[in-house]
T-cell receptor, first 114, second 112 residues
């Protein structure tokens, strides 16, 4: 079974721009969670989607948003980029509505904001 | 105070030794406990998934959960240089809807 895939793998953007990252979950998985990983803050939860509905959201500003499509693929968007948004963005998928804690991660998208 | 505390290391051990890792937590609502391994510039890989208290063994890996002490451990037997990585503990609550709380990660170095 193919794992979680994320595109693009690397991205360089300028302050003030916006960016869209994509995540394809493991086939059959319906829950997708997004995390930001930085050396200083570690892994921090952004939001989770299940069946196209956002069920949970972390403590990030409104510039961070996401959505999920009917095929469970998910995108996250960051608008008005800041230098502090430079990070590894990870998505994780899980297989059942009740076991969204058993998460499998993709390789991540490394975003650099200059 | 962070909800999940994990010593960042680095932890250096000789090949063949037992690696002992642990995390403490403060949130009594955590019911699910996981250990992930992350190699440099890669995504985290799920190693162990446990629910509530007790022990779980999978090959060279043993995970222990003591909910009364709010303490979890991971042991790696017969460590290999390929086990050199950062190990992250993670926890979730029943109603957390996909939100995992991670420790800072412990960097492990296994020397030949």
């Amino acid at each position: 079974k193919a794992g979680v895939t994320q595109t693009p793998r690397y991205l360089i953007k300028t302050r003030g721009q916006q960016v869209t990252l994509s995540c394809s979950p493991i086939s059959g998985h319906r829950s997708v969670s997004w995390y930001q990983q930085t050396p200083g803050q570690g892994l921090q939860f952004l939001f989770e989607y299940f069946s196209e509905t956002q069920r949970n959201k972390g403590n990030f500003p409104g510039r961070f948003s996401g959505r999920q499509f009917s095929n469970s693929r998910s995108e996250m968007n960051v608008s008005t980029l800041e230098l502090g948004d430079s990070a590894l963005y990870l998505c994780a998928s899980s297989g059942s509505r009740d076991r969204t804690n058993e998460q499998y991660f993709g390789p991540g998208t490394r975003l650099t904001v200059t | 105070q962070k909800e999940v505390e994990q010593d960042p290391g680095p932890l250096s051990v000789p090949e063949g030794a037992i690696v002992s890792l642990n995390c403490t937590y403060s949130n009594s609502a955590f019911q699910y406990f996981m250990w992930y391994r992350q190699y440099s510039r890669k995504g985290p890989e799920l190693l162990m998934y446990t629910y509530s208290s007790g022990n779980k063994e999978d090959g060279r890996f043993t995970a222990q959960v003591d909910k009364s002490s709010k303490y979890i451990s991971l042991f790696i037997r017969d460590s290999q240089p390929s086990d050199s990585a950062t190990y992250l503990c993670a926890m979730g609550a029943t109603d957390s809807w996909g939100k995992l709380q991670f420790g800072a990660g412990t960097q492990v170095v296994v020397t030949p």
